[in-house]
């Protein structure tokens, strides 16, 4: 065959007419414009937004405010730092993940690999769709009614008289857990369904059973989907602050309770830096506008680089090049 | 033990242990609404239906059973929540039809007429910001919008007129309004998106190909065929929207008001109010007094059937859309 | 089948701008004469209404169509046949500017619609001029009446009534062969009749606004025999008032509906000629085993 090519279109050439407003109809026109002034509106008030809040936090972020203690002062120049709500909001966030991980991932190969009865099934696919679509607030009270029954009184404070505090970093974390259980499980269902089953029947042909299969093969092949939803799930927790709040007493310090090194944290109360900035604004107790800002940058930045490490999880999962051929999960 | 664990799991095991932990979200659920709906029965078995109805001060009733103690005489349970109901209605409505209507267009712009660069800066953009906190929003608008409003937008005038009624302050519908679509606007922006970009190249290339412009493929056909996402998102948003209790209670004004619309509409949006769910979180701290106790719980029971009942919504809205074929 | 149809109307009725050329009638007599078998072959074509200079589309490095010329004639059928990957259905696109919804995807080269460069016209005008029929039928999630009433109602700047558009929606069935077996389910969803149906409405929906020239992008390969027949008769009865370019890669197919037929191989064109030439005297070594099924 001829290798001859083609002349490229010539440069000078006219480019082909596009195509013409003229003829529209007005109702068409005008809807045109709106779509670029949504577009346009929305990096408008993204811009607001983040220089704004770089502007303020820049100003009122000390390094001192990281390392100190937070104290019910009334004078803003003693009361402190907010060492104990960044500790509170790490130590929530890993509580939260560390218990909706499993459970989410659990479910999805349940839902996915076996999905029988599929009514059953079906219903647990539902259900984790009510959760995600069930307002935190309901899920902080619920969780206080729950926590404060005698059973599970061992996972907070207990008074002399028996009763049931039901506030602490466990029950926080075990409410904070049904807010990222939806995003690991949709996550780690769809990189599921996105395995061909070809890779499944190679699997069985070499004689694994089902359990080896998932977990020698399908599971390693999900990894990426996991961690996206659970750093999806670790932002949504560190925003969130009406679980906080209710549930974990939103106290300035970290309070420890019981004797039991490490679970003594757990079994107490704290803040978080959501908290923080909540107590700290107007519309809290403390009333210290320069403290809220420079706590809110501090988890803006935090909760926004949790937010796009899923990009680099995501492009490491699909450099090898080979995730996405072989198991066709190229997205 | 130990050993054991590492044993291999026989199949059946671990499909029986698999299908229990995913049938505790569903236990989860059914604990939610009986441990709620247990808790929030005393306020109903005391006010029957009424107790939505509008009649008196809310904030005042609410006062009365904070201070009525551990043994509240019944007619301290005596509870008309119809502003916070207005409250919320009115700010999760106005801010989803906003919000939708936002969203669609930025929607189309994204997928049909942003330039290739634009489009890589605005979609991490819109991850951004559905990436925020709900209390730093909450902060932006309680310490700039809040007295942006009180300062240039009401005049003293507008603060004369309703003086006997309520304060004017800035903390408006107006201002719960606005950031509560730039809140929601995010998420659906992502579902109509992705859906925009999943349907079929046939159907935009046919419009496409019979001499339709770009805009009206998108309108006749791409988002007629995207209509069971545009419902999901807009679903999912009410949610959203009705949920959201600690931005509101920084800017709402946090007032047991409900907006009269008769008062025309530059008033009506710059009162104060408060809804169900910024009310839950203020009064979380007086739940010893039983009576608090139980009308904040039915609070709560309230927002539970309204989600479970939206969720029910947005799958039948999508059910005759089926006949066309469309892709839910 | 089809056989007492009315003769097509050539009366403007929605205010798109007019379709035929000054001077070019109807040729008389297409219509009627079709209700034979599959076909019947006119002697001479009618005037030029596509030029094809040499066209050349490229993606990215890859040169899918290489320097092609051809022509396309009113009342005949151009029939483009070789095996595939061949660039049949890339230069189908190039024809009304569909390529250039692929990002990457370049053109070199001329395309004349009457005389006129057809970068020069403004793009949605040159696709309501030059209509498509795709490979895999593709009504829109509506009704039948509101799939063949689309173009309709999109084309005209004022939104048409539904008694105006009633009449011209069922001419446009009725052309297509379909009007006997919707015409009490007008309302139903497109999406519930079968594939041959389908297609044969996508059809109706390309020709309601009366196009010029109708490109058909192997319309019958996801169809079975009879729908196969039953779109190739209305090709036949189409051609009087239309120029139709259909790909296929059936060559019976080719030799049934095509008066011309253009050979290509790897993005050339190899040879382009009157049916019968093509398949009873083919000049190329390649045409010759082509047709005759060496390859494919
Ligand atoms: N969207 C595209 N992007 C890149 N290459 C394409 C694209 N579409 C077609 N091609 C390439 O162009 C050549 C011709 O394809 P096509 O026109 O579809 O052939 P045919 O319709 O004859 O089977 C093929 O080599 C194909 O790989
Ligand atoms: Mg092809």
Redesign the interface.
């Known amino acids: ?1 001829a290798v001859t ?6 440069p000078g050439k ?7 407003m ?2 529209w ?1 007005w109702g068409d026109r005008i809807a045109y414009v709106l779509c670029w002034g949504a577009g346009l509106a929305l990096c408008a008030i993204a811009a607001l937004i983040m220089g704004y809040m770089a502007v303020r936090g820049l100003q009122y972020l000390k390094p001192s405010l990281l390392w100190s203690h937070p104290s019910g002062e009334v004078d803003q120049s003693d009361s402190g730092g907010f060492l104990d709500p960044i500790i509170g909001t790490i130590l929530l966030t890993i509580i939260g993940i560390a218990i909706a991980t499993p459970i989410a991932v659990a479910a999805a190969i349940w839902v996915v690999e076996y999905g029988r009865p599929s009514g059953l099934a079906r219903m647990v696919e539902s259900g984790i769709e009510v959760v995600a679509g069930t307002p935190d607030i309901v899920l902080a009270i619920f969780g206080l009614a729950l926590f404060q029954h005698g059973l599970l009184g061992w996972m907070s404070f207990t008074a002399e008289g028996g009763a049931v505090f039901g506030r602490s970093f466990l029950t926080a974390g075990a409410m904070m857990s049904l807010i990222a259980l939806p995003m690991v499980f949709g996550a780690t269902r769809e990189g599921l369904q996105s395995i061909p089953a070809h890779v499944r029947e190679a699997s069985y042909g070499l004689g694994k059973t089902k359990i080896a299969t998932i977990r020698r093969v399908l599971l390693p092949a999900v990894r990426p989907n996991v961690s996206t939803g659970a750093a999806l799930g670790m932002g949504r927790i560190a925003g969130d602050t009406a679980i906080v709040v209710i549930l974990l007493g939103a106290t300035l310090r970290l309070e420890k309770e019981g004797g039991v090194p490490g679970l003594d944290v757990l079994k107490g109360t704290g803040s978080t830096l959501t908290s923080y900035v909540y107590n700290n604004s107007p519309a809290g107790e403390g009333n210290a506008p320069e403290k809220a800002y420079a706590a809110a940058f501090v988890l803006l930045l935090l909760v926004v680089a949790l937010n796009f490490t899923v990009d680099l999880i995501a492009r490491r999962g699909a450099k090898t090049g080979l995730e996405g051929t072989r198991l066709g999960a190229g997205r | 033990m130990l050993h054991r664990l590492r044993q291999p799991w026989s199949d059946r095991r671990a499909e029986l242990t698999l299908g229990a932990l995913a049938c505790a979200v569903l236990l989860v659920i059914v604990l939610m609404v009986v441990f709620v709906a247990n808790e929030a029965w005393p306020t109903f078995q005391h006010n029957g239906l009424r107790w939505l109805f509008p009649g008196g001060n809310v904030d005042t009733q609410i006062n009365t059973m904070v201070n009525a103690g551990a043994k509240p005489p019944a007619a301290d349970y005596h509870l008309r929540a119809w502003p916070l109901v207005w409250g919320t209605i009115l700010t999760t409505g106005l801010a989803v039809v906003f919000g939708l209507i936002f969203a669609l267009l930025a929607s189309i712009f994204i997928v049909e007429f942003a330039p290739d660069r634009l489009r890589a800066i605005i979609v991490p953009v819109v991850r951004l910001l559905a990436a925020v906190p709900s209390v730093i929003y909450g902060l932006l608008g309680i310490l700039v919008l809040v007295p942006f409003v009180g300062n240039h937008i009401i005049s003293a005038h507008d603060k004369k007129s309703v003086e006997f009624i309520v304060q004017l302050s800035g903390a408006s519908l107006l201002v719960a309004v606005v950031i509560l679509t730039v809140m929601i606007v995010p998420i659906m922006i992502a579902i109509c998106v992705d859906a925009l970009y999943a349907v ?1 190249r ?2 935009k ?9 770009r805009w ?1 493929a998108m309108w ?2 791409s988002i ?2 995207a209509r069971p996402a545009i419902i999901a998102a807009a679903v999912l948003a009410c949610a959203r929207a009705l949920g959201e209790a600690i931005m509101l209670s920084m800017v709402s004004g946090s007032v047991g008001f409900a907006p009269n619309p008769f008062d025309g509409p530059r008033l009506f949006l710059l009162e104060p109010l408060r809804p169900l769910a910024s009310t839950i979180v203020e009064d979380s701290e007086s739940l010893q007094a039983p009576a608090v106790r139980s009308t904040v719980y039915a609070f709560a029971l309230l927002l539970l059937f309204s989600s479970l009942l939206l969720s029910l919504a947005g799958y039948l809205a999508k059910q005759p859309m089926k ?4 892709r839910s | 089948m089809i056989t007492e149809q009315p003769p097509p109307i050539r009366k403007i009725l929605v205010d798109a701008p007019p379709t035929v050329a000054p001077g070019i009638a109807p040729p008389a007599g297409g219509h009627a004469a079709t209700s034979g078998a599959a076909h019947h072959r006119r002697g001479e074509a009618g005037p030029e209404r596509m030029t094809l200079q ?1 066209l ?1 589309v ?1 993606y990215g490095e890859n ?1 899918a169509v ?2 092609v010329s051809l022509s396309i004639r009113l009342g005949e059928v151009l029939a483009l046949i070789g095996p595939s990957g061949c660039g049949k259905t890339t230069l189908l696109r190039t024809l ?3 390529t ?2 692929t990002a990457g995807a ?4 001329t395309i004349l619609l009457d005389g006129t460069d ?12 030059v ?2 029929v ?1 490979q ?1 039928p ?1 009504p ?3 009704s039948i009446f509101d799939n063949v009433a ?2 309709l109602r ?2 005209s ?1 004022k939104r048409p009534g539904r008694s105006v558009l009633a009449p011209l929606v069922e001419d446009a069935l009725r052309r297509a062969g379909l009007w006997d077996e919707v015409k009490d389910k007008l309302d139903a ?1 497109a ?2 009749l079968s594939g041959g149906q389908q297609q044969r409405l ?1 059809i109706a ?2 020709i309601a ?1 009366r196009p010029e020239v109708l490109l058909m992008d192997e319309p019958c390969s996801a169809l079975d025999p009879r729908s196969t027949a039953v779109i190739e008769q209305l090709i036949g009865e189409l051609r009087s008032d239309l120029a139709i370019v259909i790909v296929t890669h059936n060559m019976q197919q080719a030799r049934r509906v095509g008066d011309k037929v253009a050979f290509m191989y ?1 993005g ?1 064109l190899v040879e382009y000629g009157p049916a019968e030439q093509i398949f009873d005297a083919p000049q190329a070594q390649r045409t010759r085993d082509y047709v005759r099924g060496v390859f494919g």
Not at chain 3, 123 to 128: C, E, H, Q, S
């Open positions: 065959m090519a083609s002349p490229r279109p010539a006219q480019r082909p007419k596009r195509e013409s003229a003829d109809r | 079929p046939g159907w290339e046919g419009a496409v190909a019979l001499g339709v412009n009206r006749t056909v007629r065929a006949k066309y074929g469309v | 040499g050349s490229f040169e290489k320097q009304n500017r569909l250039e919804l370049q053109r070199g080269g057809v970068d020069a016209l403004e793009v949605t005008a040159l696709r309501r001029r209509a498509m795709f895999q593709n829109f999630p509506m689309y173009a999109e084309q700047r969803p999406l519930r996508c929906r390309a606004t790897l050339d």
